[in-house]
């Protein structure tokens, strides 16, 4: 439970049935390690949260403190790719840490709650559901939720089978509309709570290049023009600008926007914001073991892929390729950067995910 609406609302949805429950927080972040003090935490306040819905609901609640296992296996992971110019997305890492394959929530939570709980499960208030097959009846598939708008299945695509076959989401057929009524009419104090947004450990009002500074060596380096090749200003680190986004450059007559990082010279371009082709040298499917029929063919299948939550999912051909995956959209897509998470689907059925390695 986070003390926001959604999983508030979960828990209540579990409490009208012969569910035996309790409301886990989970603590991911400690701000002793930027401050030397909790005081003023955000933390608190959601923690508070829960706590007054467990007691409303009638059942026992209980905060873990995930921090150690968050530091180590979510935000130095991150660290590293933004150091390198890429773009991480550290909400899915949260789900499973795709680099060191030890998953926080779905893993590290699930872990833990079963020394003392074996037959434990995870019911989450994320937007998503869960469906099998007639050809797999024992196989949970991951699948877009009712309210397509709060899909969250791209941040879940890198949770194992094991995990996903222990996990509810009695969101599955809820919009939010209805969520919120639900909250009014049972006398939750959350019910108007607004949705988070931005990454959990910076938060919502803290600059995000001014919390990367407090982790990260400047490295200044060149911010060129693609077009002439002359270098137009400098900049103090490759994580302080995003592909595809306007890179503010004082003194320019007109909107300039970040195409290329290169790591080699510790330089910026900008210009040819589209790529065509999509290479992700690991590709982590749910199904490890299943892939989909075909993909080992010379043409590839064809499948959706989305590079960013924000982003809708697009038709496209995959093939393998050195070990990986070959995505090719079939229309040029925007903005796409090593470090973000490339998912696939096959129609609702979330596949998987990848971290991009190289986009052309």
């Not at 921090?67 to 933004?82: G, M, Q």
């Not at 890492?93 to 699930?110: P, S, T, V, Y």
């Not at 995990?163 to 909250?183: D, G, H, M, V, Y």
């Amino acid at each position: 439970m986070s003390g926001g609406v959604d999983s508030s609302v979960t828990a209540l949805l579990l409490a009208r049935k012969e569910y035996d429950l309790s409301g886990v927080f989970m603590r991911n972040w400690d701000t002793r390690d930027e401050s030397g003090s909790d005081k003023g935490c955000e933390w608190e306040k959601d923690w508070e949260d829960v706590q007054r819905v467990c007691k409303h609901i009638g059942m026992p609640c209980e905060m873990i403190d995930l921090s150690r296992e968050y530091w180590t296996n979510v935000f130095e992971p991150a660290l590293h790719i933004w150091e390198g110019g890429g773009s991480p997305n550290p909400d899915v890492f949260c789900n499973r840490c795709l680099k060191f394959c030890r998953e926080i929530k779905f893993g590290a939570l699930l872990n833990r709650l079963s020394k003392h709980h074996p037959d434990s499960w995870i019911a989450t208030g994320h937007y998503a559901r869960k469906g099998y097959i007639t050809q797999h009846p024992t196989r949970p598939q991951l699948l877009r939720p009712a309210d397509t708008h709060k899909d969250q299945t791209y941040y879940l695509s890198s949770v194992p089978e094991t995990s996903l076959a222990r996990t509810l989401f009695p969101l599955s057929e809820l919009i939010k509309p209805e969520i919120r009524n639900l909250a009014r009419e049972h006398g939750l104090h959350n019910a108007e709570r607004r949705d988070s947004v931005g990454i959990c450990f910076v938060g919502e009002k803290r600059n995000f290049r001014g919390f990367l500074s407090n982790y990260l060596t400047p490295t200044p380096g060149p911010i060129y023009d693609v077009v002439s090749g002359k270098i137009i200003a400098q900049h103090q680190g490759l994580w302080n600008f995003t592909i595809g986004e306007n890179a503010r450059l004082p003194g320019l007559p007109e909107k300039v926007f970040v195409a290329r990082k290169n790591l080699e010279d510790n330089s910026i371009h900008h210009e040819m914001l589209y790529m065509t082709t999509v290479y992700v040298p690991t590709f982590n499917w749910i199904w490890q073991d299943s892939p989909p029929v075909g993909l080992d063919s010379p043409e590839g299948i064809r499948l959706k892929a989305m590079h960013n939550y924000r982003t809708k999912a697009v038709d496209c051909t995959v093939t393998r390729s050195d070990g990986g995956l070959l995505i090719i959209p079939d229309e040029p897509q925007r903005a796409v950067t090593p470090g973000q998470v490339a998912v696939l689907y096959d129609g609702d059925w979330c596949l998987g995910c990848g971290i991009i390695a190289e986009a052309e």
